[in-house]
């Protein structure tokens, strides 16, 4: 027991301490967290680290696939959970009319200030919204975008059946969830999936002896690609294509493998692998981008 101490540190870094956090309403945590973030995130698709490569390349994959719908100028998108604007004001700029919605104010008056500075805020309607609980009307939008919502809310297949109603039928979603099976989840014995119920007691453990977090944060729930492809069809939405993408940061107990700089090199080289297929790279990505379209006929999806 006497190299204890040097290890709890770690090991407070890689316990889930859900203990704390869902104690308070979710909900709520989660505004504040992001709130108290907000200002930082505006600048992190700017930086030059590993982890705003990667969400470039999320936003990059997620505008191409709008690009792709080919839809006309003047469609309805709806970007739920709209962060900080960079996927709405791209859009705007398409010429689309986009409602960008999110619960976090400060995320709402980013959004708002980007769009007036790109001269775009007749296009971008900004409200405060919640994804569980859309107030607009049914067979609403063209497009619905969601990056990076449903890993944080509490009923991920709600959100997803109210994305549905307010899609039109034969309209698209495109949707970004956590890969629980992402590699560096794997790689790092402290992120296996299937430790997660050994963690969490170990987690009780600690905090029945009074070592607790400084803080609780709320932590993202992960799904698999089967449970994303699931709950989809529970929602009443028909999978069109998925892929995953971004690989990294890797980890031992939680501690850094990499620079930066080595990072971004590992990341390309395993997205080039994955782009191209290959096992198990094409399904192990941290992000899984997906393409759904509303089915037509009122008779709902087959099966």
């Given amino acids: 027991m006497t190299g204890l101490p040097h290890y709890l540190p770690i090991l407070r870094r890689a316990l889930p301490w859900s203990g704390a ?169 402290w992120r296996l999936p299937s430790l997660g119920p050994l963690r969490r007691r170990i987690g009780k453990a600690f905090e029945k002896i009074g070592y607790r977090p400084e803080v609780s944060n709320p932590r993202a729930s992960f799904h698999s690609i089967k449970e994303t492809d699931a709950m989809l069809s529970m929602a009443g939405l028909i999978k069109v294509e998925g892929k995953t993408l971004g690989f990294g940061p890797f980890t031992f107990l939680n501690r850094a493998l990499f620079s930066d700089r080595g990072g971004i090199v590992v990341h390309s080289k395993m997205q080039g692998w994955a782009d191209h297929g290959v096992f198990p790279f094409r399904s192990t990505g941290m992000v899984y981008l997906v393409l759904a379209t509303k089915n037509r006929s009122p008779e709902g999806p087959a099966g």
Wanted: glycine letters at 6%; one cysteine or more; aromatic letters at 6%.
């Fill in 21 to 189: 956090v869902w104690k308070a309403d979710h909900q709520e945590l989660l505004n504040a967290y992001f709130q108290a973030r907000a200002v930082r995130w505006k600048d992190v698709y700017e930086s030059k680290g590993l982890m705003a490569t990667i969400y470039r390349a999320r936003r990059d994959a997620v505008l191409r696939h709008a690009d792709l719908l080919r839809l006309p100028r003047g469609s309805q998108i709806l970007d739920a959970g709209c962060g900080a604007g960079l996927i709405a004001v791209a859009l705007a700029l398409r010429g689309h009319e986009v409602h960008a919605v999110d619960t976090v104010p400060s995320m709402i008056e980013q959004t708002r200030q980007r769009a007036l500075a790109e001269g775009v805020q007749q296009n971008v309607r900004v409200r405060l919204d919640d994804v569980r609980h859309l107030s607009f009307e049914n067979d609403r939008f063209d497009l619905a975008v969601s990056v990076g919502v449903i890993p944080w809310v509490d009923d991920p297949l709600q959100s997803l059946r109210e994305l549905a109603r307010v899609m039109k039928p034969g309209g698209h979603l495109i949707l970004a969830v956590d890969n629980k099976r992402r590699l560096n989840n794997v790689l790092d014995p």
